[in-house]
């Protein structure tokens, strides 16, 4: 089971994922995304920390991204492993979501 | 909910059940043993009396437990048989084409997945072939997987290129509101030229196996359907006679313990030593070397052999 954790600083929103992002622990990480997407002006998804992200994962990560585009919040991914960065790109997800694969 | 759902209900109340019958009784012998003899008639009619209730009691758990577990049961062989009506019961024959292809639900519980399969015939030519995966479980899955197959299907049917059709669409859905990611690989070949155009929504590379080498076939991949305005770019290359195109879902390539391209190379060395063997033997074996037995997400698999005329 993935732990979620969250932190504020200067207006931008980090939500820190460690361990598996999956169906188990969506709906969470979804409310705790949408929380820090309404009070913060920006907000970042640390997933330096994921072991293993399944379709549902991914159909949240961008989920999640296209509500932040409507809110006109920016929504980052940060410290993404190479393991999950080949997984985006394999899934064509690359484009769609802001990655970034090394320390902010 | 899994198979084992029944024997803990059970199990459970016939515990309870036990216990207090154990309870009662020791309470009645040192009943019988201890009060005076003329009050004995009131106590055992007492203790006969609350025996009944348990036993009552007791029966109506015992058959909550089984019928929970019928309505588990029943609910997943519903949607088994729903999943298997919205697959092709028989393949279009095409000539010089040998195809096998196979659905393997999940293993566990009634989390039946939306991976699908289609074969069209397009002309005297040409055939159209798709492979997709829509993310998530049960009967919203399912009913997201039949728009989207026969979407894609209209859309070849009426001689779209894949990556038209894979456009288009994209366009029909949107993952806010549908709430799954929709994969697809879409691919349109014909028998005659072994000319293959193919497209890739979000989708694991199909492996092309021929005569001297066993790789992924570099499709341009684009996103996933319905998640804003995409375009795709096709790849067209010859399958040449005896050669074998391999489309699948991620659940034949996934394990959570292993990075993807290890899942990817699992695959070629399963498929490599058994290339030579009829398509629909390939098919069997390689499903039966790359799925975990308690896997829990369903597989797809669509092959397809060119063979001399």
Known sequence: MAEISEEVRDGLCVVRVAGDLDLAVIEAFVEAVR???????????DLGAVSFIDSSGL????????????????????????ATARLLQLMGLTEVLDVRTGQD | MSATHLPRRQLG???????????????????????????????MGVGGLMLTVLAA??????????????????QRSLFVRLQRALLPHVTPTIPRMEIASRYV???????????????????????????????????DAVAVMAHARFTLRAYLVDGDTPELALQKCSRQFDITVDDHLITAL???GNWRTGEFVLANAGHPPPLLVTADRTDFVSI???????????????LTF??????????YTDGLIERRTERIDDGLQRLVDVVEPIVREPVEDLVTTTLASMRDDDAADDIAVLALRRVDA
């Open chain 1, 35 to 45: 929380a820090s997407l309404s009070r913060c002006e920006a907000c970042e998804l």
């Open chain 1, 59 to 82: 159909g949240a990560l961008v989920r999640l991204r296209k509500e932040s585009d409507a809110q006109g919040t920016p929504l980052r991914l940060t410290n993404v492993t190479e």
């Open chain 2, 13 to 43: 109340a016939a515990a309870v059940i036990i216990t207090v019958g154990v309870v009662l009784t020791a309470l009645s012998i040192w009943v019988v043993t201890s009060v005076d003899h003329q009050r004995l008639p009131i106590v």
């Open chain 2, 57 to 74: 009691l007791g029966t109506r758990l015992l058959v909550r437990a089984r019928s929970d577990a019928e309505n588990t049961e029943e």
């Open chain 2, 105 to 139: 639900a999940g293993a566990t519980g009634v989390d039946i997945g939306g991976d699908w399969y289609s074969v069209i015939a397009v002309d005297e030519e040409r055939f159209a072939f798709v492979v997709g995966d829509v993310s998530g479980h049960g009967v």
């Open chain 2, 186 to 188: 879409v691919g349109i």
């Open chain 2, 220 to 234: 341009p991949i684009g996103p996933p359907l319905g998640i804003g305005p995409s375009s795709y770019k096709a």
């Open chain 2, 238 to 247: 010859t399958l040449a006679s005896g050669s074998t195109l391999i489309a």
